[in-house]
């Protein structure tokens, strides 16, 4: 993948900038603890396969199919969301870079528009951004409670980017699905060890070093 042939990237962020998805993992887990080991098992596992989906979604699909209890209130909602962010904020900003990811940014940048889209709630990720000193470097930073795929749509319109010269990096299924929707090509990066989650034709890399020029 040549990726002097695109004129902007959009990239995900957990697993794709920071080596952070673990993370969340344990996160999840630990806000579950309580219930007990099946219904962490579950929890951890549906995080898993939808990696990309924000947290609200998962808290709210954890309560009706898991938990089995009436849906969330606005405030039990803010009160998880709390809890997960004490969990994870700042570890996620100490986190290390995916390897190629920070010379990838910083080399690019200066070329062509880079953006960030993510499931993680934009206010959040606007300050991790900012501490892990990347916020010069991206001309957009969006997040949740936006959809991944709408987020996606929102910034080739209002940057009026071409889709097929624009590339989208992720490592989950959802942040190909919403470059597929948009008609951006993808580049999927798997961990190394993780099961690839995403269809054989993708082109998928355990880092983004190759991207390095």
């Not at 991790?128 to 916020?135: D, F, Q, T, W």
């Not at 409670?145 to 709408?150: M, N, S, V």
């Not at 209002?158 to 010269?165: D, F, I, K």
Request: proline share 6%; with cysteine; net charge negative.
């Amino acid at each position: 993948m040549q990726i002097t042939n695109f004129q902007a990237i959009i990239f995900d962020f957990d697993g794709v900038v920071a080596e952070s998805g673990k993370i969340k993992t344990q996160a999840f887990a630990e806000l579950y603890r309580a219930y007990g080991d099946d219904i962490v098992n579950k929890v951890v596992d549906f995080h898993v396969q939808n990696g990309g989906l924000s947290r609200y979604h998962k808290f709210r699909y954890y309560q009706e199919h898991y938990l089995v209890k009436p849906p969330l209130t606005q405030d039990e909602e803010k009160q998880l969301d709390h809890r997960f962010s004490e969990l994870v904020v700042e570890a996620v900003i100490a986190a290390d870079a995916v390897p190629g990811a920070n010379e990838l940014i910083h080399q690019q940048a200066s070329r062509i528009p880079l953006f960030v889209a993510s499931g993680t709630p934009e206010i959040e990720l606007k300050v991790i951004v900012e501490k892990r000193g990347l916020a010069p470097y991206f001309k957009d930073v969006r997040g949740a409670p936006t959809q991944k795929q709408t987020l996606v749509a929102e910034i080739l319109s209002q940057y009026n980017l071409v889709p097929e010269t624009t590339l989208m990096i992720g490592d989950a299924l959802i942040d190909y699905e919403s470059a597929d929707a948009n008609g951006l090509p993808f580049l999927g990066r798997v961990y190394p060890g993780d099961e690839n989650p995403f269809p054989s034709h993708i082109t998928v890399m355990p880092d983004l070093c190759h991207l390095v020029t």
